[in-house]
């Protein structure tokens, strides 16, 4: 399998972010559709080994959150990249607006109900992240969550957030958990075409909506937003790779590298058979034989 390096895109733990300066686009990874296809198929099925062994080993589980802005294409790199993998080894969860209930928890409860048991992957797309994005750039939103007397916007909001979600993730690492984060990065433009082809080709018109337009007015914010939020929460533990995504094929190229690199590096090994076992093993296999 050719390696992808992954380290111009992993970001460290306490880093300034200024998104301006990380490319949406890079060189080409593949030489060609053809040449992509091959990749990708070489990342699928070493990923599908992997997560076979993970559900043997059962000592690990594997959490993958994807955030970006509308049209960066976090749909289609689940669906590429995990295409190989047992589906009863993995769940995907798309979190939307919170229901009245979930509106009466706290904000990580939703997603903290969904994350995965030893020796299966869980997928969210969009995440408790969004408590951090959206509401940080629509505060208006806060008004809803019920939360205690206290300044709503006020800064100190914003960092206790962020330090509730490292300290879950620390929790969740400790307990065996292994959580990656992508930030899919696409720029401004390549966003308008995408939003014009979702308008121009009749099988694509479903995933538009004048919200997505209305989103869009917010995009410097949103930038802000997520570079105040990349810097507080990436560690070393759970780490943020910023993806270029102006290319879907790059994009899902680097993703399953990094996928594949995570799994590679817990050194899982299949359940040991004990003496005992193996002569069960034995006698049953011989009566099958004699059969």
């Known amino acids: 399998m050719r390696k992808i390096q992954t380290s111009p895109y992993h970001l460290g733990e306490n880093a300034a972010v200024e998104l301006q300066k990380w ?34 080993s059962n ?27 047992n589906p009863q080894g993995c769940q995907v969860f798309s979190y939307k607006h919170p229901s009245a209930v979930e509106l009466q928890h706290d904000f990580l409860w939703r997603t903290t109900r969904d994350l995965p ?17 959206i509401t940080r750039v629509h505060p208006e939103l806060l ?15 914003w960092q206790g957030r962020y330090r509730s979600i490292r300290h879950l993730e620390r929790h969740l690492f400790e307990n065996g958990t292994r959580v990656v984060k ?12 995408r939003f014009l082809a979702r308008i121009d080709e009749p099988e694509k018109n479903w995933k538009f909506s004048m919200a997505d337009i209305e989103e869009r007015r917010h995009w410097d914010e949103y930038m802000r937003a997520y570079e105040q939020c990349l810097g507080a929460t990436s560690t070393h533990h759970a780490p ?24 590679e590096r817990l050194q899982m090994a299949y359940p040991a058979v004990s ?3 193996r002569k069960e093993l034995k006698a049953i296999r011989k009566r099958l034989v004699d059969k």
């Open 117 to 133: 048991e030893r020796g299966r992957i869980g997928i969210f797309n969009r995440s408790y992240y969004e408590e951090v994005l």
């Open 182 to 193: 992508f930030f899919l990065h696409l720029s401004k433009e390549e966003q308008r075409k």
């Open 23 to 56: 490319q949406t686009r890079g060189d080409p990874i593949a030489k060609s559709k053809s040449d992509y296809k091959r990749l990708l198929a070489e990342h699928v099925d070493r990923l599908s080994a992997l997560q076979h062994l993970l559900y043997a």
């Open 240 to 263: 943020w790779y910023i993806v270029p995504a102006d290319d879907k094929r790059d994009a899902r190229l680097i993703i399953s590298q990094v996928i594949v690199e995570t799994l």
């Open 59 to 85: 000592r690990h589980a594997l959490l993958l959150i994807f955030q970006a802005m509308d049209a960066a294409g976090k749909d289609g790199a689940i669906a590429h990249v995990m295409s190989g993998v």
């Open 143 to 157: 008004e809803a969550e019920c939360l205690p007397e206290r300044a709503e916007t006020d800064e100190a909001l």
């Open 275 to 277: 003496a005992e076992r």
